[in-house]
């Protein structure tokens, strides 16, 4: 999990640092719709199996 971190963080600061602004925040833009959407999926899956445990 920390390494997956890690990776986006490496991931982000590269394009920042290698990229023109605009370049840059797209990427940035596209990477949390990407994180926005795992975490909502996420909560998708594991939500209906706690009310089948309860």
Same mark, same amino acid.
């Given at each position: 999990?920390?390494? @997956?971190i890690? @990776?986006?963080k490496? /991931?982000?600061?590269?394009?920042?640092k290698n990229?023109?602004?605009i370049?840059?925040?797209l990427i940035?833009?596209?990477?949390?719709?990407i994180?926005v959407?795992?975490?909502i999926s996420?909560?998708?899956?594991?939500?209906p @199996?706690?009310? /089948?445990?309860?």
């Amino acid at each position: 999990m920390f390494s @997956f971190i890690r @990776f986006l963080k490496h /991931i982000t600061l590269s394009a920042w640092k290698n990229a023109t602004p605009i370049q840059a925040a797209l990427i940035t833009a596209i990477l949390l719709a990407i994180i926005v959407i795992l975490i909502i999926s996420v909560v998708q899956v594991i939500v209906p @199996f706690t009310y /089948i445990a309860i």
